[in-house]
């Protein structure tokens, strides 16, 4: 039987190193894509200025690392990975890269994201994936199982934000294929609504039951703190998705019946 007493909190040095370091790797090798990508697009966008180059740069590499996210979420998470329960759920010592390639894509999403002049919510929104990823990153009862959905599946939604913005970027895309960017909206209204609202809760309170299993068993300084962190970003990260679902429900009404808000754009 499994005995929390009996395991550091934090992985060894040797581990937590190695995991450093790639983040670091991965990091930097979004920002040498995002690079390419910048100067593919200058050449190809020649009429466009350097800040709307930036933009359409941003969008496309948040589209192509989302789209790796959530391929390879929804493969592990659906055929790969065996029903768990309890502290084998809470220990479960695979796919700790999920948190180590989010970390490595907040990391480049805060600062792109200040000079692209992204909301303060999804700023905010970064920090809380960044503090939601420390745990399965670098503890050993990290709770990974369910970081596959919250860091990995849950991107699918992203990918099609990332179209629907890029269309929001360039207006006279929208009146050259209205069709093309009403069916972008739908598909990620539904999709948003599915998997950060239908699945996600289910899933953010059987995390919660995990925090609240490893609090009970264990109450060291360290583990405290990371179950706090865990606490404070499932709950700001769940009133997040309530907001822009309330949006995107509003924006869903005004394209289908001609009422309602602005789609949530940004998320």
């Known amino acids: 039987m499994f005995s929390p007493s009996s395991v550091d909190v934090w ?39 350097s800040t709307n180059i930036t933009q359409a740069s941003y969008r496309l590499v948040n589209f192509t690392v989302n789209f790796g996210f959530s391929f390879f979420g929804i493969y592990y998470w659906y055929f790969q990975m065996e029903e768990l329960h309890g502290w084998g759920r809470i220990v479960y010592s695979n796919l700790s890269l999920f948190a180590h390639w989010q970390l490595a894509y907040q990391l480049w999403a805060i600062p792109m994201g200040l000079i692209t002049e992204e909301s303060q919510l999804m700023m905010l929104h970064h920090l809380g994936v960044i503090s939601a990823s420390i745990s399965p990153a670098f503890c050993t009862m990290g709770m990974r199982y369910e970081s596959v959905y919250f860091l990995g599946v849950i991107e699918v939604s992203s990918v099609f934000l ?106």
């Open 11 to 49: 992985f060894p040095s040797e581990f937590i190193r190695k995991a450093l370091a790639d983040i670091c790797l991965y990091t930097l090798a979004i920002f040498f894509y995002n690079g390419i990508i910048w100067h593919i697009l200058s050449f190809k966008l020649s009429g466009k200025t």
């Open 162 to 267: 990332a179209v629907m913005n890029y269309f929001k970027d360039n207006p006279e895309l929208i009146k050259m294929h209205p069709m093309v960017y009403s069916s972008t909206r739908l598909i990620f209204a539904v999709l948003f609504i599915v998997i950060r609202v239908i699945f996600f809760f289910p899933n953010l309170y059987i995390y919660l039951e995990g925090l609240s299993t490893i609090y009970s068993a264990r109450k060291d300084i360290d583990q405290m703190i990371l179950v706090l962190m865990g606490v404070t970003s499932a709950v700001m990260l769940g009133l997040m998705q309530i907001f822009w679902a309330y949006l995107i429900l509003k924006g869903l009404a005004k394209m289908l019946f001609g009422r309602g808000g602005n789609g949530g754009k940004n998320k």
